[in-house]
Structure formats: structure tokens, C-alpha cells
């Protein structure tokens, strides 16, 4: 499963890099407002910190300007993949820039259906919301499983991203279905790392070697 890390942060992805876990990184409209930098800018700085698949989603709304977006998005850097939300003129846009050979991240995708014409436009990735599903009580999960079962089924080449993830069980719940990527928040790096009986293991091994070595030698 590659990880990728959810965030537009320059800082916070210089410390998820040190983990030496993280594969690419997904950025999205709102988490480039909370940088305050124009998209272009912050994602060549991204590219320039980490050398794997940066997502840069497009503003424009209707296919024509997508595409013309997103071919100026992908010249900033080999690694950009186009990030272009679902909807008629989305997947216009896909497959107008799978045409052109411009890898495209399709995201904001809520159902399977969504998730079948995004792989047959030619998406690179599917962006499947997981944490926004289970907010309004619906099983997110089910998208995740429902859309490998498909592409399965007819051998598409699209890499099935888990996107919105919330925790360590939505990682490890899109693991155990199948997905080829986890996008994941920082704090969710975090939380996986844990665990109470890692915490309480460790600490009586200290203790008991500080009885056994550092009282003999005090
Ligand atoms: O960046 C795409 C997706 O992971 C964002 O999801 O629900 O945390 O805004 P969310």
C-alpha cells in the first residue's frame, strides 16, 4: 500500500518524510487556501522536497479550462498529477488530458458508478472519500471495496486511492480491501505508530534492564 501524505504543509511533510513511509502527497483547494500560496508555487516547492506523485487539483469548472489547467499544472513538474473533480465536465477533462498522456487524480468520488467512468476516461487515480461517507452515517468503506471489486472485474489500471481518511482503522479497513493508496492527515501517521501495550511493554524492559545493569554499576 503506498502512503501518501494529505496535507500542503511544506513543514509538516519534511517530518512525515523523515518516517521514510510516505510516497507521494495529495494536496487539494482548501488545504492550499490554508498554505496562502498560489497552487503552482506550492506544489513545485513540494515536488522539490519529495520525489513521488503530487497531486495539484484544478479551480477552473468547465472541461475546456480544466484540461487547459491542468496541462499547465503538469509542465510545472514530472511528478504532478492533475487533480480534477468528478462531474460531466471532470470527466471530460480526464479524458481529454489522458489523451494528451497527463496522469489525473479524479477525486471527490462518492459512488461506484462515479468511480467506473472515471477508470474508463482514462484516470491514473480514483480519489474515494471514505471519512465524508461515514460523517453522514453511510458505511465509507463499502465505496472502497465496491470499486475493487469492479476494476477487478474488468482489469482497469486505475490505482484506487483512500482519500478522507479520519483514522488508523480506515487505513488499515482500505488495506484489507484492497486499495493501492492511503492519503492520510499527519495526526493519522501519528495514531498508527501507537499502541498502550507497545508504551507498557517498552517501559518494563527499561525497567527491568536498569535493575538488572545500571543499579549493579551505580
Ligand atoms: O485531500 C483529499 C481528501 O483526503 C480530503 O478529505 O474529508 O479530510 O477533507 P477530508
Known amino acids: 500500500m503506498k502512503f501518501f501524505l494529505d496535507s500542503a504543509n511544506l513543514e509538516e511533510l519534511k517530518k512525515a518524510l523523515d518516517w521514510g513511509v510516505i510516497d507521494g502527497v495529495t494536496t487539494n483547494p482548501s488545504l492550499i487556501a490554508k498554505e496562502g500560496v498560489p497552487v503552482e508555487d506550492q506544489v513545485r ?6 520525489d513521488g ?8 469548472t468547465c472541461a475546456r479550462d480544466m484540461a487547459a489547467e491542468g496541462r499547465r499544472l503538469a509542465r510545472i513538474h514530472r511528478n504532478i498529477v492533475v487533480k ?5 465536465e471532470g470527466i471530460k477533462a480526464v479524458a481529454a488530458l489522458s489523451q494528451d498522456g ?3 487524480n479524479v477525486t471527490l468520488c462518492f459512488s461506484a458508478a462515479q468511480a467506473l467512468l472515471a477508470a474508463k476516461a482514462g484516470a491514473y487515480i480514483i480519489s474515494a472519500f471514505i471519512g465524508r461517507v461515514d460523517d453522514i452515517g453511510w458505511p465509507g468503506m463499502d465505496l472502497i471495496r465496491d470499486i ?5 472485474n474488468y482489469g482497469y489500471k486505475t490505482q484506487i486511492l483512500a482519500a478522507s481518511i479520519r483514522g488508523t482503522l ?5 488495506a484489507k480491501a484492497g486499495a493501492h493508496i492511503g492519503t492520510l492527515p499527519y495526526k493519522v501517521l501519528e495514531q498508527m505508530v501507537k499502541h498502550p501495550l507497545t508504551e507498557k511493554g517498552l517501559a518494563q524492559f527499561m525497567e527491568d534492564h536498569r535493575k538488572a545493569f545500571e543499579l549493579v554499576t551505580a
Open 84 to 88: 480534477v473533480p468528478l462531474g460531466e
Open 45 to 50: 516547492r513540494i515536488c522539490e522536497i519529495i
Open 102 to 104: 497527463i496522469r489525473t
Open 53 to 60: 506523485d503530487v497531486s495539484a487539483e484544478v479551480v477552473s
Open 148 to 152: 475493487v471489486t469492479i476494476y477487478r
Open 170 to 174: 480506515d487505513v488499515v479497513d482500505a
